[in-house]
């Protein structure tokens, strides 16, 4: 049995959706059944709560293989999902990380993933670990300004490699159904190097509408174009060193492991743009 946490949202989805694909046996953790919704049938349903540590014991039953992602920056749900996968015996976590933990100095975001990563370890569990870089799904949180004609651009000459995360789904369900994955950590990007101007050329193309790309007047600024509501201000000031250090690297990093993993090229900027193009578009 495979459990699959965070679900219902933009990795969780194409894995279920994978996994269905390959015949395995999987079984999805949610805090609300309803946002399960389209889901494959064949997947059970299980509430319950990373954060409720007595909700997890049924959805870790009979479990072998699990895939653990946590939102947000506490490290508590991933010790809660850890301690229940040794009580259930499961031999083999495939846990979403992020390519922040390379950096030296390790960024916040980076220490805030690597100390997962250590709670995985101390478990003795054999771990799997992807570490992406920026999705290409973040693009969406432009939507806002977007529609009024325009976009912040916090990391100016900066460089990225933006991955889709049906890819990094992809990769989960390799990493979940087949042999030789445990022990390992893949880096995993997409195999265009592009700066925030150039993915907005690239929406404005595909929507076929101008769109222009302004400088933030302060790292406030930055942040808000990001996150118009709220956040809290540790995340605040991680987001504001990861756009300094995003600008600095006018090369941007790319590995070739998706490739390597699904043998096949990764899905292009442009690609996921036209498949979201009515996301970008006038309401």
Known sequence: MLLVTGATG????????????????????????????????????VVADLTEP???APA??????????????????VAHAVAAAQDAGVRHIVHLSSTNVLGDPMPAM???????????????????????????TNALEWTGTIRDGYVVDPIGPGRFAPIDPADIAAVAAVCMTEDGHPGRSYSLTGDETLTVTEQVQIIAEVIGAPIEVRSPTS??????????????????????EGFLLMRADTVGFRTD?????????PASFRDWCVRNADAFRPR
């Not at 870790?60 to 749900?77: E, H, K, S, Y």
């Not at 492991?257 to 090229?265: A, G, K």
């Open 10 to 45: 933009n990795i969780g989805r194409p894995l279920v959706r994978e996994l269905s694909a390959r015949g395995a046996k999987a079984r999805i953790l949610v805090r609300d059944p309803a946002r399960a919704a389209g889901l494959p049938e064949s997947a059970e349903r």
């Open 54 to 56: 007595a909700t997890l």
């Open 60 to 77: 870790f039953a009979g479990v072998d293989r699990l895939f653990l992602l946590t939102p947000g920056i506490d490290t508590a749900p």
């Open 110 to 136: 980076g220490r805030w993933h690597h100390e997962r990563e250590e709670i995985i370890r101390a478990s003795g569990i054999p771990a799997t670990f992807l570490r992406p870089g920026g999705f290409m």
């Open 219 to 240: 790292p406030e600024e930055a942040v808000r174009s990001r996150f118009p509501a709220s956040a809290p201000p540790a995340l605040v000031d991680a987001i504001t």
């Open 257 to 265: 492991t998706v490739s390597q993993l699904l043998r096949r090229r």
